[in-house]
């Protein structure tokens, strides 16, 4: 498979999901350095910055049902051994689901630097009845107050997310775990892309429905 993209593995990930129906989020590490970063061409915009990412070739095996876990890992141990900018981990959390989450990127000197990662946080947030999405902005809002990054929701299905209310709340739990059960209560396949505005040195959080009829 060949990703051409500023962040290849989602364009990797996106192809999963329509060939194999997997739903996996996926979280930008924070891109920082000169050599993780490029102009963005045609946008409007002469600061605005974006990954630079390019080609990304990967094998695995195909078939007509090859193991997620096994696939995916070699996708993201073979995109950690590119040139491409970014260090990720395949994560698996109790209820299945997998990750890809980024753990690193380059530093001011060129090195690459582990990083902690955003959606770790542990969030307490007070239990009441809610929407999907005043949940997800307070979840946001409560990272954004103890990382000092600023993470927004960004695209999301808003006619799903505004008419579905959860209740979820009380002790302190990952933000990741949260924003698994707030999405949850949809009862559709939702996924993430959690992607780092290198200008704003902050967060969107893009929430979307997958489609895998």
């Not at 045609?42 to 094998?59: A, T």
């Not at 876990?69 to 051994?81: I, P, S």
């Not at 695209?155 to 302190?172: C, E, F, Q, W, Y």
């Amino acid at each position: 498979m060949i990703a051409n993209s500023p962040r290849p593995l989602t364009q990797v990930l996106e192809a999963l999901r329509l060939k194999y129906k997997w739903v996996v989020s996926y979280e930008d590490p924070q891109f920082t350095a000169p050599q993780d970063l490029i102009a963005a061409q045609g946008r409007g915009d002469d600061h605005m910055q974006l990954p630079s990412g390019g080609i990304f070739n990967v094998d695995f095996p195909g078939g007509a049902g090859p193991d997620e876990e096994k696939t995916l890992r070699a996708v993201v141990d073979a995109y950690n051994h590119s040139k491409n900018p970014g260090r990720f981990e395949v994560r698996q959390i109790p209820q299945g689901d997998f990750y890809v989450v980024g753990t690193g990127a380059n530093d001011e000197k060129g090195h690459i630097a582990s990083q902690p990662v955003v959606l770790d946080t542990l969030v307490a947030l007070a239990a009441a009845d809610r929407t999907i999405t005043d949940t997800l902005n307070l979840i946001c809002q409560q990272v954004s107050s103890q990382t000092h990054i600023q993470v927004t929701i960004g695209v999301s299905p808003r006619s799903l997310l505004d008419h579905t209310n959860v209740k979820i709340g009380g002790k302190a739990e990952p933000a990741r775990d949260l924003i698994v059960e707030a999405v949850g209560a949809t009862k559709k396949p939702v996924y993430w892309h959690l992607l780092f505005d290198p200008k704003s040195k902050g967060y969107y959080l893009d929430i979307h429905a997958a489609h895998l009829q």
